[in-house]
């Protein structure tokens, strides 16, 4: 199983950057797709997940309302939409996939899978 990320980048604060991971590789028809973030001198957390059967997804609580998780069963690809980010957002975002999981999915220890990391700076 292959994971793909893309699209992190330098933005100002309020701008808005959508992140890509392409799922390769996989014969797995229902799993969970999650986005995590590791910022300088912290540990790796959960940002979001989403079902890729039902679309069901959660969010952590800083950014209920500016980020948005989303698939595209075609193109095996899950994004993640930030709006409004601030330069606490400031991490490397991972994608990762947990073969039998949900969208309670939302421990590391859950994911067996994980992508390369894109890094996200939103200068203070």
């Known amino acids: 199983v292959q994971l793909q990320a893309s699209g992190g980048g330098l933005v100002q604060a309020g701008d808005s950057l959508r992140l890509a991971c392409a799922v390769s590789?996989?014969?797995?028809?229902?799993?969970?797709a999650g986005w995590f973030r590791q910022a300088p001198g912290k540990g790796r957390e959960f940002v979001a997940v989403?079902?890729?059967?039902?679309?069901?997804?959660y969010y952590k609580d800083s950014v209920k309302g500016r980020f948005s998780i989303s698939r595209n069963r075609v193109e095996n690809t899950v994004y993640l939409q930030m709006n409004s980010l601030k330069p606490e957002d400031t991490a490397v975002y991972y994608c990762?996939?947990?073969?039998?999981?949900?969208?309670?999915?939302?421990?590391?220890?859950?994911?067996?899978?994980w992508g390369q990391g894109t890094q996200v700076t939103v200068p203070a």
């Open positions: 989403i079902s890729w059967s039902d679309g069901s997804t």
């Open positions: 990762a996939v947990d073969p039998y999981g949900s969208s309670w999915s939302r421990r590391q220890q859950q994911y067996k899978y």
């Open positions: 590789g996989h014969t797995f028809s229902s799993y969970a």
